[in-house]
């Protein structure tokens, strides 16, 4: 059991009385367990409107969601109750700073639990536990999360949805804004925290390169459709790249530009930089 999306669509309406259709008939799955999954498509796919309706932050226009048992639809049932869904699926927004607002760290980790209904003891023993998951020690609890850089703003940030112990977690960019050491610590980290607690986690990103390193599963929007879903190997390896517009991974585009201009036979399909020069290595030792 997990999250269902049954042809959901969601309309914006504008000033003008005109509506935007964000998100079309969409059909998708995901588990509640050992999910890790990109998704991925062009500002204004859909992207972030999809990932709110993941924990009913958002009410689909047409369709339906199942999210752990429960159906969401464009009328609110009174029967469900809509925070215990948003605990279930945590959402971690693209800034930071849009989820931060207490005077230190620890406190901004509690302000979760406590909302649920966690006594003050155990809210600060799972605020200490969702900080060293995110690899931060005790000598920040008392730190104003304000004066810390963004990557660790980020790391708090996540923490704090880490504490209320989704079964789900989405996260909306999460390494934008950083070089590519800060992605690949930021990357190692969600790797780390998804092999540790067997959590689903979905990120939302424009980074090639991570998704074919990283990700077990891709799903595309394109003009709010959901136009590809399964694995990077065949994303990748395939014309579907070029049918959404989306880059290649570095790795892929270089090699494949030495393919060309030196003709050569490598095989193109290197997932990081270190596979793509022993490759590269492999072929000129044969030449």
Do not use: C, W
Request: glycine letters at 6%.
């Amino acid at each position: 059991m997990g999250i269902r999306f049954r042809n959901v669509s969601h309309e914006y309406s504008s000033y003008t009385k005109k509506t935007y259709k964000a998100i079309q008939d969409i059909n998708l799955s995901i588990e509640g367990t050992n999910e890790f999954i990109a998704l991925v498509g062009h500002t204004g796919s859909g992207k972030s409107t999809l990932a709110k309706h993941m924990n009913a932050l958002m009410f689909p226009t047409d369709g339906s969601v199942e999210i752990f048992g429960s159906e969401v639809t464009k009328k609110r049932n009174k029967k469900i109750k809509y925070n215990d869904l948003r605990r279930q699926v945590g959402l971690v927004f693209q800034f930071p700073e849009y989820q931060l607002f207490e005077e230190t760290v620890e406190k901004d980790i509690m302000f979760g639990p406590l909302n649920f209904k966690v006594d003050s003891e155990k809210a600060k023993t799972l605020a200490r536990e969702a900080l060293s998951l995110v690899g931060l020690d005790d000598s920040y609890l008392n730190r104003n999360p304000f004066n810390l850089s963004g990557g660790e703003k980020k790391r708090v940030s996540i923490a704090g949805i880490l504490a209320i112990d989704p079964k789900v977690l989405v996260l909306d960019e999460p390494t934008s804004g950083l070089d590519p050491y800060g992605r690949q610590v930021l990357m190692n980290l969600f790797s780390d925290i998804h092999k540790k607690t067997n959590k689903s986690i979905i990120i939302i990103t424009h980074d090639m390169d991570l998704v074919y390193r990283y990700f077990k599963r891709v799903i595309v929007l394109k003009d709010g459709e959901l136009t590809f879903d399964g694995t990077p190997d065949k994303l990748f390896q395939s014309d579907i790249i070029e049918q959404n517009h989306l880059d290649l991974p570095n790795t892929v585009k270089a090699l494949k530009q030495l393919n060309e201009k030196l003709n050569l036979n490598l095989d193109v399909y290197q997932k990081t930089p270190e596979a793509a020069a022993k490759e590269v290595r492999r072929v000129m030792k044969h030449e």
